[in-house]
Each structure stands twice: as C-alpha cells, then as structure tokens.
C-alpha cells in the first residue's frame, strides 16, 4: 500500500525521499509484473524468529553467519537465514526472512526495519565476527549495518564461497575424457582442502604460516609430478 501511494503521490514527496524510495517502487513494479499482482498487491518480505532458537542467539551471539537460498520453492522467493554458532560447536538458525529478490533495496529493509524489531537491540553490541557469502548487494548494506546495528563487529567472508565462487570465476573450465576427469576432480579437491587449511583453528595461526603454506602449495601446483599427472 505504501509503495502504491509513492508511486502515484510521488508529488507530495521532496527529491532525497523520491530517490531513497526509488529502488524500492521499481522494485515492486517489477514483482507485480512477474508474478501477476495488481496495483495494490506487493511482497516485500518476512522475517520471524522465534522463543527456542532465539535462546541461543541471546547466549552465542559473538559470531553471525547469513546466508541467502535462492529458487528452492514455486513462487521464486529467497530464503535468508540468519544463524550463530554455539559453545558446543552447532549452527543454529536463529532467524528466517523471505525474500522477493536479492537487491540492495531488500537487504535495506531487512537490516534497518526487520531486525532491530524482531531481535533484542541489547545482543548486537555483543556481536563480534558477521560472515557472509560475499554478495555486492548484500555486502554493501552489512557495512552500513555494521556502524548502526553491530558497532563491536567486522564483516569477513564465508571461505566456502570465497574458494569456490573464485574457482570458478577464475579458473578455466577443462574438458577432460571420461579416464581423465576422476583425476582432475580429486586434484581439485585436494587444493581445496589444502586452502581450508588456512581457515581451520589449529593450522594457520600465523600471517608467517600462511606465506608458508601458501608458497608450498604453489611449489606443489607448479612440480613436475603435478603437470605430468594432471
């Protein structure tokens, strides 16, 4: 309803409203469209929580990761969950939001309208460490969260998809024969896991280890057993 009334009394609004607001209406116009609403009718999203998983957020709220699930269901939505690792080492999913899109006007309102209302402000002071997928769109509203809703907390990115996002970006696809690919795959994963290495508690623990283990690895990438085999 309040998008509908911006669109059409957009006269009633100064120029930095008509503007913050802008990405928004396009927004919802683009959603009526696809998913044949009228005028009246938008999803902008759903948060919800509730008491039992909230209990652990409220006791280990120190590490925040988040993540968006994209095309699981008909309608096309987006699935974000917020989640916090506990002191016995299990990821509980804390807090759930539907999404219509992955836009940077989405991840505004879920950031600065859904959480400080659903969530205990008190508990984000406490928040040390967000993880995330890396997302531009997501990533630029988490840096404006970071000064307003977590002020103790720095943003880093989730290796899983640091490694494999990177891999695929910028490592060129081979098209091995059938007797070539089992070698091909389990040369890959063995560079990966040698990568989550530097990640892991107890491996690298140093910025000296790593150039280390990173020299090493190049040294084994570049060895003449790794070309011949490979």
Partial sequence: KILGEVTKDAALLDGNERECLRP??????????????DDEQVFHCIAWTHEKVLRYFLLCPEVVTFDVTSHTNKSGFHLLTFSCRTSVDKQVVFCR?????????????????????????????????????????????????????????????????????????HVCTINWTNSKKPTWVAFVRRIHSWMYFWTRP?????????EISKHLLIECLTSKHALKKN
Avoid at 24 to 37: D, H
Avoid at 202 to 210: A, F, H, L, P, V
Wanted: glycine share 8%; hydrophobic share 40%; with cysteine.
């Fill in 24 to 37: 928004v209406a396009e927004s919802a116009i683009e959603q009526r469209k696809s998913r044949g609403l």
């Fill in 202 to 210: 107890g491996y690298c623990q140093t910025r000296e280890e790593y």
């Fill in 97 to 169: 939001v539907w999404l219509p899109d992955q836009r940077r006007a989405s991840f505004r309102y879920v950031f600065q309208e859904a959480l400080p209302k659903i969530l205990p402000k008190h508990v984000f002071v406490r928040v040390c460490f967000l993880i995330c997928d890396g997302d531009a769109q997501q990533n630029l509203e988490l840096q404006i969260a970071v000064k307003n809703l977590f002020p103790n907390g720095f943003v880093g990115g989730c290796c899983f998809h640091m490694f494999h996002n990177g891999w695929n970006r």
